[in-house]
């Protein structure tokens, strides 16, 4: 079984156009987005891992707003779910919202950490922020949790 998921997201319309269009943009790796687009828009079996990688190798290189919303919008399911998977082991609560926004920050801020060496890349990477702020919200949770039970005067 390969490693690589081959399932398509649940995409709008368009999104395979403005891959295109960024594609068309671009001066080097816009040939493999846009063969990948032209994958999506006929709905072949694509990876979501390669085309993610791309993206995320894209935004490294240009900063460009548009890589970085196809990416949010092609991963924040499959993020989503893996935040909820690994907060659900968490007795204390934590808004999987604020994790989720906390990643794609993480995603926006730190891009020259991103090596794509492999298709599988940019799951392998965001897996690593997923768990850290996931681990990072637990704690400051049950930090709150603790300080809130004895946050009172002695004298009461």
Same mark, same amino acid.
């Given at each position: 079984?390969?490693?690589?998921?081959?399932?398509?997201?649940?995409? $709008?319309?368009?999104?395979? #156009?403005?891959?295109?269009? %960024?594609?068309?943009?671009?001066? +080097? /790796?816009?040939?493999? @987005?846009?063969?990948?687009?032209?994958?999506?828009?006929?709905?072949?079996?694509?990876?979501?891992?390669?085309?993610?990688?791309?993206?995320?190798?894209?935004?490294? $290189?240009?900063?460009?707003? #548009?890589?970085?919303?196809? %990416?949010?919008?092609?991963?924040? +399911? /499959?993020?989503?779910? @893996?935040?909820?998977?690994?907060?659900?082991?968490?007795?204390?609560?934590?808004?999987?919202?604020?994790?989720?926004?906390?990643?794609?920050?993480?995603?926006?801020?730190?891009?020259?950490?991103?090596?794509?060496?492999?298709?599988?890349?940019?799951?392998?990477?965001?897996?690593?922020?997923?768990?850290?702020?996931?681990?990072?919200?637990?704690?400051?949770?049950?930090?709150?949790?603790?300080?809130?039970?004895?946050?009172?005067?002695?004298?009461?």
């Amino acid at each position: 079984m390969s490693s690589t998921r081959t399932n398509p997201p649940r995409t $709008d319309p368009g999104f395979a #156009e403005r891959l295109e269009a %960024l594609a068309i943009g671009l001066p +080097e /790796d816009g040939h493999k @987005l846009g063969e990948m687009a032209e994958e999506v828009r006929e709905a072949r079996k694509w990876s979501r891992d390669a085309l993610s990688t791309a993206l995320m190798a894209t935004y490294r $290189d240009t900063a460009s707003k #548009e890589a970085f919303s196809l %990416l949010y919008e092609l991963n924040q +399911e /499959d993020f989503l779910r @893996l935040i909820y998977h690994h907060l659900r082991r968490s007795f204390y609560s934590v808004d999987p919202s604020d994790v989720l926004q906390e990643v794609f920050f993480n995603v926006y801020r730190y891009p020259f950490k991103f090596n794509p060496d492999r298709k599988t890349a940019f799951r392998n990477w965001t897996h690593s922020i997923i768990r850290n702020t996931v681990l990072k919200h637990s704690r400051r949770a049950q930090r709150d949790h603790f300080l809130s039970l004895g946050g009172g005067d002695a004298d009461s």
